[in-house]
């Protein structure tokens, strides 16, 4: 069975940093592509910042480049976000979702985390 389990999140004044994990088991996390989504109220879903576990290719949103790092541990199956420089506007419920294919693709989905800032 795919898990994908995030957690990490929390409250944060503006400016802050937060590290958000994405523990994954169930499949082989080497042929699988990470990605982190978030979706504010009244938002639709977003794509943040995804990782290939294979070659290392990454992506990020243009609102989150030069604050956000995804980072990728093959050895303990997790993938994390580092995230700096936080906003009021980066509140979001935060997921993480696998696929084998697609780089930011999402045929797996995982419970969210919710990360609050305060200005």
């Known amino acids: 069975e795919v898990q994908l389990q995030a957690s990490g999140g929390g409250l944060v004044q503006a400016g802050g940093s937060l590290r958000l994990s994405c523990a994954a088991s169930?499949?082989?996390?080497?042929?699988?592509?990470i990605g982190w989504f978030r979706q504010a109220p009244g938002k639709e879903r977003e794509g943040v910042s995804c990782?290939?576990?294979?070659?290392?290719?990454?992506y990020y949103a243009d609102s989150v480049k030069g604050r956000f790092t995804i980072s990728s541990d093959n050895a303990k199956n997790t993938v994390y976000l580092q995230m700096n420089s936080l906003k009021p506007e980066d509140t979001a419920v935060y997921y993480c979702?696998?696929?084998?294919?697609?780089?930011?693709?999402?045929?797996?989905w995982g419970k969210g985390t919710q990360v609050t800032v305060s200005s």
């Open positions: 979702a696998a696929d084998p294919y697609i780089l930011c693709g999402m045929d797996y």
């Open positions: 169930g499949f082989t996390f080497d042929d699988y592509a």
């Open positions: 990782i290939s576990s294979s070659d290392g290719s990454t």
